[in-house]
Structures are given as C-alpha cells and as structure tokens.
Nanobody, 120 residues
C-alpha cells in the first residue's frame, strides 16, 4: 500500500506564510503528478497546484503567484509554500499523488488532510 503523510498546517495571521509537506511511502515504483487540493467548509474540493515528475507546474488562477509547489523526487515528497495568506485560504489542504506501482498500474492516493487557518 501507499501512504501520504502531510504536515505543516496550522494557524497563521493574514499576510503570513506556511509551508506544507507531503511524503509518500510504501510500494512505489514511481510517482507521476503530485498536487495539493483544498476544501473549505461547505465547498467542494478544488485544485491548488500540481507538479509533474518532470517539474512542470500548474496552478489555480486564484493563486496568483502567492503559492509555489515543488517536489523532491528522491524523497517522494511534495511541498507547497504559501505566502501572503488570506482568510479565504482557510481550508483543509489535501495532498494527492498518482503512483505507478511495479506492475505499472497507476493509482491516485490522498493524504489525510491538514488544516490551514488564516485569522487574526
């Protein structure tokens, strides 16, 4: 099996920064895309950012340069640096990874989520 463990969430004041991390472990041959999604109360889960194994990135339009996604392939870890945080960024942030196993099947996995709260 594959596990995704997230860390780095918490409470931060508006304008502050947080860095989320997500490490994948288990039966992994390689990982294709890794990404971050978020879900605010009463809203649907939405894409924040995604990065391919080759380093190509894609961001939600509303990120507008505030967030940066990166990954360390050797550590099977993806990061999300969040700057200039706003109260509307408050949500549970979920890590996602598309894992290729040794039989070459591809399966998406989700982390358990980490709470980010932006409030004064």
């Amino acid at each position: 099996q594959v596990q995704l463990v997230e860390s780095g969430g918490g409470l931060v004041q508006p304008g502050g920064s947080l860095r989320l991390s997500c490490a994948a472990s288990g039966t992994i041959f390689s990982i294709d895309a890794m990404g971050w999604y978020r879900q605010a109360p009463g809203k649907q889960r939405e894409l924040v950012a995604v990065v391919t194994s080759g380093g190509r990135t894609n961001y939600a339009d509303w990120v507008k340069g505030r967030f940066t996604i990166s990954r360390d392939n050797a550590k099977n870890t993806v990061y999300l640096q969040m700057n200039s945080l706003k109260p509307e960024d408050t949500a549970v942030y979920y890590c996602n990874a598309v894992v290729r196993k040794f039989d070459f099947t591809r399966t998406p996995y989700w982390g358990q989520g980490t709470q980010v709260t932006v409030s004064s």
